[in-house]
Structure formats: C-alpha cells, structure tokens
C-alpha cells in the first residue's frame, strides 16, 4: 500500500477479515437518545475478538507479510489493547509475536497478550524509558517487522472496517463520534464514513489531559503530550502520526475533550443501562454524546464503542 490508505484499502481489509473478525452488533438505547437529543447507534468493538476494535488493524497488518517476514516474527509496543491484538493474530497466522508494554498497564491486558501465546517486555514509563526505543531495539536484534498500534496504513485501512460495517447496517449518518487516541481508529473511520455516506460529520474525542489531537486539529500543526494521566489508557498517545495526522486533517470536522469523571458518568450508563462493558478508552465518544459536547440534537449519529479490556477491581473502584 502506498501513500496514504484510501477507502480501496478498506474495502480490501474487509476482505481479510471475513469470517475472521466478528460483525459486532449494533446498540441502541432509548434512554441515551432522550438524554443525549438524537437518534444514535453504537457500534460494539467491546465485542470484538479479543475485546476491541484493535483486532482489525493487526490481523489486516499481519495478514499481508510474505512467508519469509512471518518466519521472523513481529514486534509491537503497546498499553494494552494493540498487544493483544497483535499476539492473537500472530496466533491466528502461526507468527511470532514480541509485545513491549508498560509495568503499570492493566494486569488483565498484561495476562490476556500472554495468554495468547505473545512473549511481553516490560518497560518503566514513569522512567522515561521510551517504549518505541525498546521495540525498535528488539525489531533490529530479531530482524523482524516492526508493527506499531496506529501510524501503519495496514492497520488504519483495518481499523475503518468497523464504521464500513456500521454505516452499511444502519444507512446514512449525519454524525461519527470516535474515540481517539493516535487517531487509528480515527482515521481509518473518516475514510470509510465519508465514502459511505457524503456529508457526515466526523468527530474525535480525546480526554482532556491527552487533548493533543484537538490542538493538532485546530492549529494544522502536530502537536504533543507527555504522558497524560487520564483514565483512558489507550488514549496515552503522545502525538498522531505521520499516516494519521494527515488523514485527520483532510477528513475530521473536529475533535473534542472530556474529563475522567465524564468518561465514569458515560462508562456507568454503558454498565448498568445497556449492559455494555465498557472501558474507560472507549467509553470516549459515548460520554462526548451524551454530555452534549457535540450539537447532535436530532441528528442521526453513530457511536463507536471501541473496546471492553477493563480491569473489573477499577472498574468497581470508579463506580463506587
């Protein structure tokens, strides 16, 4: 693939994936439209393999390596979520996988990438030790490919089948809210949304400490944050990247915040009104909805709910 991906390239990922990804259902909530004023439909990658939309992108990115690249294995850096998705498509495709994480990512993320058969590298992040540094280190000694969570076009072109399908089983939308971290997820929706249906508008939503894409967004100029403390893990991104920054640019309207005690507030109607568990990350675009950070009365809008890799013992402690 060369250049930036285009809607082509999703529409040849969704190829791959069938019948190996699931087709996540769609949600709907009475209550959350009269709260939030429109008409929305949730897109649920917490019921993806592997719990969350992450599985698209690496078993897209894998799945294109020639036999030689897949002998020598595969590398990836990650909080959570892109780890366990790279382990169980390297499962799925016999590569081997190395994960470079961070000591303090969820315990339940840390046992999952294992659990499907990856070997894990901890680094101290709190010690500034660079994860993209140790995962480059690891790539060369190995020679092997080097498969980072969102600035690969393989995996962004992956990550847009979820709103292809979204979009195809419930028609035409004048909103797509996204979570967004390096942005993707983010991307990869934008292209398929503004191919499937001319004239939505397309919205990121960062947490307020992590609000870089928003600045990046507004000032047309990539802009960064170390290390933001935010309940949203997967949303720990210190900038976008060369592959996304300019996708958001070209097709996202706007991207917007919100607190920690928003994404709990979103996060608890999810649990206990619609019996979605969701995490914190993609707990994102639903509180930006529902908090109406977003004008979207009466507007028809998609919502993707992109992951459910949560730790329960912290979920309760949110709650409580």
Known sequence: MAGLPEYADVEAAATRLEGVAHRTPVATSREFNARSGCEAYFKCENLQ??????????????????????????????????????????????IPATIVMPADAPAVKVAATRGYGAEVVLYDRERGEDREGVARRIT??????????????DV??????????LIEDVGALDYLVVPCGGAGLLSGSAIAAVHLSP????????????????RSLRTRTLQRVEN?????DGARTSSLG???????????????????????????FLWERMKLVVEPTGALAAAAVLLR????????????????????????????
């Open 49 to 94: 393999r592997m719990g969350a939309f992450k599985f698209r992108g690496a078993y897209n990115a894998l799945s294109r390596l020639d036999p030689a690249a897949r002998k020598r294995g595969v590398v990836a850096f990650s909080s959570g979520n892109h780890a366990q998705a790279v382990a169980l498509a390297g499962q799925l495709l016999s």
């Open 140 to 153: 060369e000694e190995r020679n092997a490919t080097l498969i980072p969570p969102f600035d690969h076009a």
């Open 156 to 165: 962004v072109a992956g990550q847009g089948t979820a709103t292809k399908e």
């Open 199 to 214: 004239g939505i508008r397309v919205i990121g939503t960062e947490p307020e400490a992590g609000d870089d894409a928003a």
């Open 228 to 232: 933001p403390q935010t309940l949203a």
């Open 242 to 268: 060369k592959i996304t920054f300019p996708l958001v640019l070209q097709h996202v309207n706007d991207i917007v915040t919100v607190s920690d005690a928003e994404i709990v507030e979103a996060m608890r």
């Open 293 to 320: 950070k977003i004008d979207t009365r009466d507007a028809r809008v998609g919502i993707l709910l992109s992951g459910g890799n949560v730790d329960l013992k912290a979920a309760a402690a949110l709650f409580a």
